[in-house]
């Protein structure tokens, strides 16, 4: 008797290693956020850090995309990577901008969007 697993798209692991990518940066820049306020090499740290999570929210429309057409997947994490990448986008527009009033809270929601789309793409990959 042969035991049938169900099929996982291809990309799928790459997909959530981007996700888990970005979730890790986005939470990087929290921290580098503090030191921000607390250290001389704080700034530095959030502006590279800036662009390690702009680079990690577009390696995730990439693995998004691949999941979805090579790989036989849902279309839907491709509009939810673009939406990471639009709110990325605004969210450095606005660190540049100087506005925290909307930056900080605006970071808060991306890190707590990014642990749901981290937590739904580990269930959609685990066999029931």
Known sequence: MAIRTPAVPRGTTFLQVAVALQTATIFLQAVSAGLLLTAHYGEVMHSVGARVMYGASMLYVLAAVLAWKPGGGSPRPVLHASGFLALA????????????????????LMFGLSVLALARHRSEAVPS
């Not at 986008?89 to 808060?108: E, K, N, R, T, Y």
Request: net charge neutral; hydrophobic share 60%.
């Open 89 to 108: 986008s605004v969210q450095v527009v606005l660190g540049i901008a100087h506005v925290p009033a909307v930056h900080v809270p605006l970071g808060i």
